[in-house]
C-alpha cells in the first residue's frame, strides 16, 4: 500500500510541476524549529496541506503553534488532493494535515449520510483506520456551496438546489478537477441536477463565474471571491453538503500529548468568522499565509 501511494505521490508532483504553478517541490522541507527542540515520537511533526491557500494557512497555524510549544515541525505544503495526502498521513510519510470532517468522512464511507458535526465525528471515529484519529473540530466551517452571479440567478429564478435541477441540463460547471468525480452521481441522486459539461477550473473558479466561462461553480463558503465578484450560493435545502469544520487528523504513531493540546487549543479558537477575516487578507491583501497565521496565533495568545 506504501508503494502504490508513493507512486501515486510521484506521478501528482509530476504533474505539479508541469503545470509551472508554485515552483519548488511541496515535499521538500519549508519550516524546522531549531534542533534540539521537542517533538513527536522523536522525530519532527510534519505537517502536510491541500494544494489551494486555506488549506497551507490552516498548516501554517498548527506549525506556528506548535513550534511555539518546542515541538520540532516541518511543513509540506501544496501536496495534491485528499486521495494524496490521506494515504502519506496513513502511511506515516505526513504526521497530521488540517482536514474538513464532512469530505474526510464521505472519502473513508462514501454511504455516510452523517450531515451534523456531532454525527459526522462520531462517524469518524468507527471508520478511520486504526492509525489514524481526529482532534477536536473547530467552530470554523468551510462549505462546498454550487454558486452563481447574480445575474443567472435573476434570469432563471434560482434559490436552492432543487431549482437549479430544472435548467441545469443547459449550465457548464466549473470546481476543482476531482469535483465531478465526487459529486455527479449524488447530485442527480438527491436533486436530479445533470449539467452539460464539467469543467476543472480550480482557484479560478469563482472568477469563471463572474466572467460567465462557466454558469454554476463549486466555490467553498469562506472564499472572499463570494461577495467580491457579487457570487450567490444556491441553498442546500436537502443537505447535501455535510458539515465542514476544520479538523487535525492525525497520525497517532507521530504525535505526543503536547501536539494533541496544542492543537485542540487551536481549534478552540477559530472560528468561521476569523478564518474568513484571514482569508481575506490573502485573497484581497495579497499576505502571505504564514504572516497571516502568526497574526491570528498572536492576536488570540497562541504564539
Request: charged share 20%.
Amino acid at each position: 500500500m506504501y508503494t502504490a501511494a508513493a507512486m501515486l505521490l510521484s506521478a501528482t508532483l509530476a504533474l505539479t510541476a508541469c503545470g509551472g504553478g508554485g515552483g519548488g517541490n511541496p515535499l521538500e522541507t519549508t519550516s524546522a524549529a531549531p534542533t534540539g527542540s521537542a517533538s513527536a515520537a522523536g522525530g519532527p511533526v510534519v505537517i502536510g496541506s491541500f494544494d489551494f491557500d486555506e488549506s497551507v494557512l490552516l498548516g501554517s497555524i498548527y506549525a506556528q503553534a506548535l513550534e511555539a510549544k518546542g515541538v520540532q515541525v516541518e511543513e509540506k505544503p501544496r501536496i495534491g488532493s485528499r486521495e494524496v495526502v490521506y494515504d502519506q498521513v496513513k502511511s506515516g510519510g505526513l504526521t497530521l494535515v488540517p482536514e474538513y470532517n464532512g469530505n474526510l468522512l464521505a472519502f473513508v464511507d462514501q454511504a455516510t449520510t452523517a450531515a451534523t458535526t456531532e454525527e459526522i465525528n462520531a462517524a469518524l471515529k468507527e471508520k478511520l483506520p486504526a492509525e489514524l484519529e481526529v482532534l477536536d473540530s473547530a467552530a470554523a466551517e468551510d462549505k462546498d456551496t454550487l454558486s452563481i452571479s447574480k445575474d443567472t440567478q435573476t434570469k432563471q429564478s434560482l434559490t436552492t438546489m432543487e431549482d437549479l435541477a430544472k435548467v441545469s441540463k443547459d449550465m457548464i460547471v466549473g470546481g476543482p478537477p476531482e469535483f465531478k468525480k465526487r459529486w455527479e452521481a449524488r447530485f442527480k441522486d438527491v436533486y436530479g441536477i445533470e449539467f452539460k459539461q464539467w469543467k476543472p477550473t480550480g482557484p479560478t473558479t469563482a472568477d469563471a463565474i463572474k466572467d460567465g466561462s462557466i454558469q454554476v461553480g463549486n466555490v467553498f463558503s469562506t472564499d472572499p471571491k463570494i461577495t467580491a465578484n457579487g457570487l450567490v450560493p444556491l441553498e442546500d435545502t436537502k443537505n447535501i453538503f455535510p458539515a465542514q469544520n476544520v479538523t487535525p487528523l492525525l497520525n497517532k504513531a507521530g504525535a505526543t500529548d503536547t501536539v494533541r493540546t496544542t492543537l485542540n487549543g487551536v481549534s478552540a479558537k477559530l472560528t468561521t468568522e476569523g478564518l474568513l477575516e484571514m482569508m481575506q487578507k490573502i485573497s484581497v491583501n495579497k499576505d502571505e499565509p504564514a504572516t497571516v497565521a502568526k497574526e491570528w496565533l498572536t492576536t488570540n495568545g497562541l504564539g
